[in-house]
């Protein structure tokens, strides 16, 4: 590990927006609404599975108030995909704007477009929709029947890529990977094993809903401001559902209440695109709370069939993962949700024999979508929860069992190079890791040693410590692009565009510290513009744990550029060669001390002065691998024994994710991560009734956790050193969701000696387990 | 159309605001270009619509905007400038306490009556306090951090 | 429900005439939180803002408080006085800005499964006084029997809740379960104990909600405590099969079985809190 000395990076610079948002400024999309938009309202299907026999707008159309109405019959029938990913997408095309079909409580039927709120409800309810009735599926094995209802029978669904993809057998991916021989391993290992671990549905909860506002500019282009993650993504999509061209759209992502994966998604964007394309008025579509709910992105809920085999002396025969993974109505994230269990997973452990099969399929219920773990944090309640099984069968602290068998610093493993997204993956070498030293210390602060004590313990109300040891990746290499483009101005400040994109996350604040790290200068000197596919360079978008690793890297790399001009500017100013020259704080100055001169003499010099030329540049980045973060999680409980009330009490998360190039901002995406994750293992839940439909889309009868509800929370950042990324940069922003629910099933274990195998951990189910044989 | 006229001080300042009766306070306080107010439920859970009335932190998605006439309300705009931040402003700020920032109005005047009822809160006191804004991003770590030093700060 | 119009009265007199002569058209408005609740109807209705009305504070007097209907939940959180026990209920109410807004008095005026007010008034053996034309008192047992609608009829409104204090010999415990402290309560249960100078129950009033649409008495639990001497107790011994035959209704995909051991042991961590107040023993 190579121990730097930074100016910028791994200081927690003040985020860019901070002071603005905590004065209330205007800065979100609905805040931007002008006065005469349009407000669009949606029919939503009030059944699980049904064809639209017909739809009458007829009556719709003079209401008061209405300037447009869509539905199947008048627009143009497209088959996208609404997943925002990188084209071509991993991702069956499955969707169209509005179909003949609905497919789940909560799909589209038709759109109104009215003067005002009021307007736009009331016409709504004019609409006459004939449903014919179609058997739902309500669960994957329903879907995985013989015969069962075909959910997406259209002619024109496919996926775009060469992968799997059985609609008739409603199967949406199908991912997998051998390695060794895993058979042989189970055979050879002195104890075997065979469980089944269940995660639930859970929405993300952003604080701001899906938003959306499109309106015409000046010269007749469609500018779409959104809450979004993907902007490029929004652009290519929309265009292609309206068969229009990309130069005719722009797309801006202003400030946005959160995302979490939600709004990697192009879920409003189309219609409020087509009311102002058909209209020539802005429109204005906010989703109501009960609508993110319902219609919203979903986390996938997870079947895993665990076979695992193991050695008395603590080394894993073999892995074993038959996954099923439930995608709801449409396909979008399906099959790279799936890849994640295994590609973000099963590299942890050293392990040899690998099986690894997974469909992911369609059911008649709320879609799947990305959310921040995106299949390992699904992965890791399975895997997680199996090592301690594991370590109690051969009598060793799970503690010593995993720090024994985990990967280090310069190992491979055969999962990375076979598990891409829709492709085959990077092969890659492990070039940082701390993971150690954050076991260690995680160890330390939740005081690992009173497990034994916790064990021996009776009575109604015990105690219980249990951990997870983690992993994800930083950006999906070889595939997602970002880029960056600077320029100079004349008193030494820089103008900063890039694509990547801020959910509230700070990346505007990173990308700054990023290049004033390159180009010796501080992060108030940028002036960093994002995520405005106008005016910024193409950038994927926040997923994947991308932002820093690899936007970072094209910042810098841009960074890098621009010093290199400033650097032949100053050359030519101070009359040397750019050998005999350093930069520091701004100024560039000749080594033998003999002149020097400051950014703000260069800049005005290249601007005005002698050949005159702009210093600026544009970067892109591809990632050549996507190196882990390493996080270890620890959790001491008190569980009520008669209710089953598990309750929290202290949590500590040890994270490595390289550098932090800014540590408040880590540890701030930590403390958000984890506390989400607690809530996903113990109180967040997604209720159905008989048809279908979601009975509970409300934060009233949703439950995440209030100020009052968190547990004490410790942070410790171990930092290392990544060769690859910005300044030894990796991700920090997914890894943490996925330590909850394990670290709590084994704390559970060693408060009770009872095993939890289904989420959310309510009362009754942890009374039913505790009251189990 | 059953316009009616109230009025109220908003920040300070008189004001006359038209409405309709069934109108919720947050839906008028935006249309009158007070934009920190948010929408996040429009149930009365997630905090964002959070003002203060009379002093007091209420939901203005739950309150019809008829039940401020001749009231005193408070609204995000009215707490600190860029120039001059409030101090919780500050606090938050620099505990990097603010993400994606969409609680923030709420948070801020929440806990700007909490202090002024109470300027040493103990941490129970805080959660009590603040349990009726929620937060997606932080975990609340940082906010609680944050509204603890502003409380050593008063001591 | 839509509000078509609004008027704010500044005496009872005036907002029972209003009422009187709207009927069905009219409604009183307090704070106004329960209205969320409500199923969306197209239906109008005048709201008679009732918050001017003089039916505010908390009055101690008589080894009683009297608390105006009026009174906001927060209010209730705050006051400190001597045996005053419902800062217990109202720091579980919602949240902050929910405590700010919403009355005692809105709070029992229709009830939702999962009010707490409702249960631990009834525990308290309240009394609910009413002006119609004239005052008049309901006892807790029969205001929460079911929708005090019919009581609430002709203009008449809610103005006082008189509750006793909890002093010596005496006890109160509350218990709301919920997932997070904010959301609805799937059990409520409300204890109020009290016993003589030898520590024998005279009095046991055992009361859960949530799970029921109203709040109900669990009377035969309460006959096996009265006259037994509190040092005495033996809760193993207590017969609950009263909650294994009575109606449940429970909450959040919750099963009968689990719903009737959860009440089960609630009511017994309840009791032997009240009982330890009672008692004399630190408690709170």
């Not at chain 1, 071509?88 to 509005?98: G, L, N």
């Not at chain 1, 603590?314 to 399906?334: K, V």
């Not at chain 1, 690899?550 to 890098?560: D, I, M, N």
């Amino acid at each position: 590990m190579t121990k730097k000395k930074f100016k910028v990076v791994n200081t927690s610079v003040e985020k860019i927006d901070s002071l603005s948002l905590s004065l209330g400024k205007p800065m979100y999309v609905s805040d931007m609404m002008p006065e005469n938009a349009l407000h669009v309202k949606m029919l939503w299907s009030p059944h699980a599975h049904a064809i639209i026999e017909s739809v009458d707008i007829s009556e719709t159309e003079k209401m008061p108030g209405v300037h447009c109405v869509l539905y199947y019959g008048n627009v143009p029938r497209i088959v996208h995909c609404t997943a925002g990913q990188g084209y071509p997408e991993p991702s069956p095309y499955d969707t169209f704007m509005f179909d003949k079909k609905v497919r789940f409580v909560g799909d589209r039927v038709a759109a109104v477009a009215a003067e005002t709120v009021e307007q736009a409800q009331a016409a709504l309810k004019t609409i006459k929709v004939k449903y014919k009735l179609l058997e739902a599926v309500l669960d994957i094995d329903s879907a995985l029947k013989k015969n069962a209802p075909i959910i997406h029978d259209e002619k024109e669904a496919y996926i775009p890529i060469p992968v799997p993809y059985e609609p008739e057998k409603n199967i949406v991916a199908i991912v997998g990977m051998e390695s060794g021989d895993f058979k042989k391993g189970l055979k050879n290992a002195d104890y075997t094993f065979d469980q089944v671990f269940e995660t639930p549905y859970a929405q993300h909860c952003p604080i701001e809903n899906y938003v959306s506002l499109a309106q015409l500019d000046d010269y007749e282009r469609i500018v779409i401001r959104t809450s979004t993650q993907v902007p490029f993504h929004c652009r290519r999509i929309v265009a292609r559902t309206l068969d229009i061209p990309v130069q005719k759209l722009r797309v801006i992502k202003p400030r946005i209440g959160g995302g979490f994966g939600a709004k990697q998604e192009v879920l409003l964007e189309d219609i409020v695109a087509m009311v102002t394309l058909r209209t020539g008025k802005p429109a204005f579509w906010e989703f109501t709370r009960e609508e993110t709910f319902r219609t919203g992105r979903t986390r996938h809920p997870i079947r895993f069939r665990m076979r695992y085999g193991v050695n008395k002396s603590g080394s894993i025969e073999a892995l074993g993962m038959d996954a099923i993974n439930n995608t709801g109505a449409y396909g979008g994230h399906g099959l790279t949700v799936m890849s994640c269990c295994g590609s973000k997973v099963f590299p942890l452990y050293h392990v040899d024999n690998i099986h690894f099969d997974a469909k992911a399929v369609y059911t008649n219920l709320p879609v799947g979508g990305a959310y921040r773990g995106f299949g390992a944090t699904q992965a890791f309640f399975a895997v997680e929860s199996m090592m301690d099984i594991m370590a109690e069968k051969i009598g060793m602290d799970p503690l010593k069992f995993r720090t024994m068998n985990h990967i280090q610093s310069g190992e491979g493993h055969p999962a990375f190079a076979a598990l891409g997204e829709g492709k085959p993956g990077t092969p890659m070498t492990i070039g940082s890791c701390s993971l150690k030293k954050c076991v260690e210390l995680g160890a330390k602060e939740i005081d690992w040693s009173s497990r034994t004590s916790h064990k021996k313990k009776s009575g109604r109300i015990r105690r219980g410590i249990g951990m997870a040891t983690l992993m994800q990746g930083s950006s999906v290499a070889e595939i997602d692009m970002g880029a960056c483009s600077m320029k100079m101005n004349e008193d030494g400040s820089f103008n900063l565009n890039c694509g990547a994109t801020d959910l509230g996350t700070g990346s505007d604040t990173i990308m700054a510290q990023i290049a004033a790290e390159e180009l010796c200068t501080t992060a108030d000197k940028f002036i960093v513009y994002s995520s405005d596919t106008d005016m910024t360079p193409f950038d994927v978008g926040a997923y994947a744990s991308s932002t820093t690793y690899l936007s970072g890297e094209a910042t810098r790399k841009t960074a890098a550029k621009i010093k290199e001009q400033i650097l032949k500017v100053a050359a030519e100013m101070l009359d040397k060669d750019v050998k005999d020259l350093d930069i520091k704080d701004a100024e560039v100055s000749v080594r033998d001390g003999s002149g020097k001169v400051s950014y703000s003499d260069i800049s005005n010099y290249s601007l005005y002065e002698n050949n005159q030329f702009q210093i600026a540049a544009t970067e892109s980045h591809v990632t050549k691998k996507s190196p882990p973060p390493f996080s270890a999680h620890f959790v001491e409980i008190e569980v009520d024994t008669e209710t089953g009330n598990i309750k929290v009490l202290k949590y500590v998360a040890a994270v490595d994710c390289g550098t932090a190039i800014n540590p408040i901002l880590c540890e701030g995406q930590t403390e958000g991560g984890v506390l989400n994750g607690i809530s996903y293992a113990l109180t967040e839940e997604y209720r159905f009734d008989k048809k279908g439909k979601m009975t509970n889309p409300s934060l009233k009868d949703y439950n995440i956790f209030s100020l009052r509800d968190k547990p004490v929370l410790k942070t410790i950042l171990v930092p290392s050193y990544e060769e690859t990324g910005p300044f030894g940069a990796k991700s920090v922003s997914e890894i943490c969701i996925n330590g909850a629910m394990p670290a709590i099933a084994n704390a559970l274990y060693n408060a009770t000696g009872k095993r939890i195998r289904t989420a959310p951990f309510t009362q009754e189910r942890v009374w039913k387990v505790l009251n189990s044989k | 159309m059953n316009k009616k006229l109230i009025n109220l001080v908003v920040n300070g300042e008189e004001k006359e605001f038209s409405i309709l009766p069934n109108e919720k306070l947050l839906e008028v306080l935006r249309r009158e270009g007070y934009k920190g107010t948010k929408f996040g439920c429009g149930e009365g859970s997630c905090g964002s619509c959070t003002i203060l009335l009379e002093g007091k932190p209420v939901y203005s998605c739950t309150m019809f905007a008829f039940q401020a006439a001749g009231k005193k309300i408070e609204t995000i705009e009215g707490v600190g400038t860029a120039k001059n931040p409030h101090v919780i402003q500050r606090a938050l700020i620099d505990q990097g306490a603010v993400q994606c920032g969409f609680c923030m109005p709420g948070i801020i005047l929440s806990a700007k009556s909490m202090f002024e009822e109470n300027s040493d809160p103990d941490e129970e006191y805080i959660r009590t306090h603040m349990d009726g804004n929620l937060c997606r991003c932080t975990g609340y770590e940082k906010i609680l951090t944050a509204l603890e030093n502003v409380a050593a700060v008063n001591k | 429900m839509k509000i078509s119009d609004f008027t704010l009265p500044s005496c009872v007199e005036e907002a029972q005439a209003c009422m009187k002569s709207a009927g069905d058209s009219a409604f009183f408005l307090a704070g106004g939180t329960s209205i969320r609740f409500l199923k969306e109807t197209a239906e109008e209705k005048v709201a008679i803002d009732v918050s001017k009305l003089p039916f505010v504070g908390i009055v101690n007097e008589d080894s009683a408080y009297e608390i105006g209907s009026l009174t906001r939940i927060n209010d209730l959180m705050k006051y400190k006085g001597e045996g005053w026990v419902l800062d217990r209920v109202a720091k579980l109410v919602a949240t902050q800005q929910i405590r700010n807004m919403s009355t005692v008095g809105g709070n029992i005026a229709r009830i939702f499964y999962w009010s707490d007010f409702p249960v631990a008034l009834m525990a308290l053996d309240a009394e609910i006084s009413i002006k119609g034309n004239e005052w008049f008192t309901v006892d807790a047992d029969t205001y929460f029997d079911k929708q005090p609608i019919q009581k609430l009829i002709n203009g008449n409104i809610i103005g006082f809740i008189e509750i006793p204090e909890i002093t010596k010999g005496k006890g109160f415990a509350y218990h709301k379960e919920t997932r997070t402290y904010s959301a609805f309560s799937t059990l409520n249960v409300a204890v109020y104990v009290s016993s003589d100078d030898d520590g024998v129950i005279e009095n046991v009033r055992i009361v859960i909600g949530a799970c029921t649409p109203f709040p109900v008495r669990l009377k035969n639990v309460e006959t096996q405590l009265i006259g037994k001497k509190i040092s005495e107790l033996n809760f193993d011994k207590l017969s609950l099969t009263e909650v294994e035959k009575m109606s449940i209704v429970p909450k959040e995909g919750m099963t009968k079985i689990y719903c009737r051991h959860l009440v089960k042991t609630k009511v017994k961590d309840v009791l032997l809190q009240a009982v330890a107040e009672a008692k004399g023993d630190c408690h709170e």
